[in-house]
């Protein structure tokens, strides 16, 4: 398929989306790059199977199925997710109920229902 491109104020599409697309390209390479010398530098200790586990059902029930949800994205350093994802992974939940577990841990700490000390 043949695409007309007007040209206008010295622009040309196609130059535009080969730079986009080495770019695209380099950037993910660079990404695979990395994570694979992270990897090499340290890894994780699983967490014992037998460890104690809180699933979703534990959640207290105002925030049941029933009541609608919303999905919240956040960025997080990569060694964090490499942790949450051996959890993930040890669990077998998926990460936004460990999230899920969290926020909901975090919220009864800010106000006061639950306390933690250095190790939980």
Same mark, same amino acid.
């Given at each position: 398929m043949n695409i007309m491109v007007k040209k206008s104020n010295n622009w040309n599409l196609q130059e535009m989306q080969e730079t986009l697309v080495k770019d695209t390209e380099q950037r993910i390479s660079d990404g695979f790059h990395e994570i694979a010398s /992270?990897? @090499?530098?340290? /890894?994780? @200790?699983?967490i014992p199977a037998d460890a104690p586990t809180r699933s979703l059902s534990s959640i207290s029930p105002q925030s049941s199925e029933k009541e609608p949800t919303k999905g919240v994205q956040t960025y997080i350093p990569m060694s964090m997710y490499r942790r949450l994802n051996d959890i993930k992974l040890t669990r077998r939940e998926n990460i936004a109920a460990l999230v899920a577990q969290a926020i909901e841990l975090w919220l009864d700490v800010q106000e006061?229902?639950?306390k933690v000390s250095a190790t939980i």
């Open positions: /992270e990897q @090499q530098v340290g /890894e994780h @200790q699983p006061g229902k639950q």
